[in-house]
């Protein structure tokens, strides 16, 4: 089952509910579809980190352990950077203009568990930014509790769709991103940045 395919409700930071009725041409909708890009004021301060992004857990996300699913964790990461790309102007226009965002790597840490109708609430922190790449750090928290029950540690790649390679963000969305690492520079780099997966042992237990 593809887990769009479910009458869950998502919403964003504002709680507000919302029905996508964009027509598309492809199968994964993100909640945000269709939305003209929103949010960024170049004289508003830019929160630390951001927070654009809630859903509900609905039943198809839940696996036969009665939790939400290892694979609709990264899909509600996706609908999270999707909300940050329409805050700072990456939206159908701009990728129908021929340039997108791609994930080049994600690193995935199950902290928690959350089961059907947990709310969930998204952060996001830009870690880096150059002329062609953005590190991104997200956190995943359930509102009962609310505690992180997951992060996700990103690599994302600016491209030039048309030509299938890598393309340098154009002045505006540079400026942007730039002036949102700059605020989100004062916070603290999460402990589970950069974390290599291996079994720790003793030097002198065999491998």
């Keep these: 089952m593809n887990p769009r395919d479910t009458n869950s409700t998502n ?11 964009n027509p598309t041409n492809h199968g994964i909708v993100t909640p945000y579809e269709g939305r003209e890009h929103g949010g960024w004021d ?12 809630r859903t509900a857990v609905p039943l198809a996300w839940v696996d036969y352990n009665g939790h939400l699913s290892e694979s ?3 899909l509600v990461f996706g609908d999270n950077s999707d909300a940050f790309f329409r805050w ?3 939206d159908e226009a701009y990728r129908a203009a021929g340039h997108s965002l791609y ?4 690193h995935l840490h199950h902290r928690g568990e959350a089961g059907e109708g947990n709310l969930l609430r998204l952060t996001l922190q830009i870690l880096d930014v150059d002329d062609k790449r953005l590190h991104l750090f997200h956190t995943m928290y359930r509102d009962d509790s609310g505690a992180p029950i997951a992060t996700a ?4 790649l600016h491209v030039d769709t048309e030509a299938g390679r890598v393309a340098p963000f154009p002045g ?13 520079a004062r916070l603290p780099v999460p402990a589970a940045v950069g974390h290599v997966m291996g079994i720790p042992r003793k030097p002198d ?3």
């Design 153 to 156: 540690e990103q690599m994302l």
């Design 11 to 21: 919403t964003k930071s504002t709680n507000t509910t919302h029905t996508n009725t």
């Design 88 to 90: 700072i102007g990456v």
């Design 42 to 53: 170049p004289q508003a301060p830019i929160p630390a980190p951001l927070a654009l992004h």
């Design 205 to 207: 237990q065999p491998a």
């Design 103 to 106: 994930t080049a790597e994600s």
């Design 172 to 184: 505006f969305l540079a400026e942007r991103l730039a002036a949102t690492r700059l605020a989100h």
């Design 72 to 74: 609709c964790f990264l």
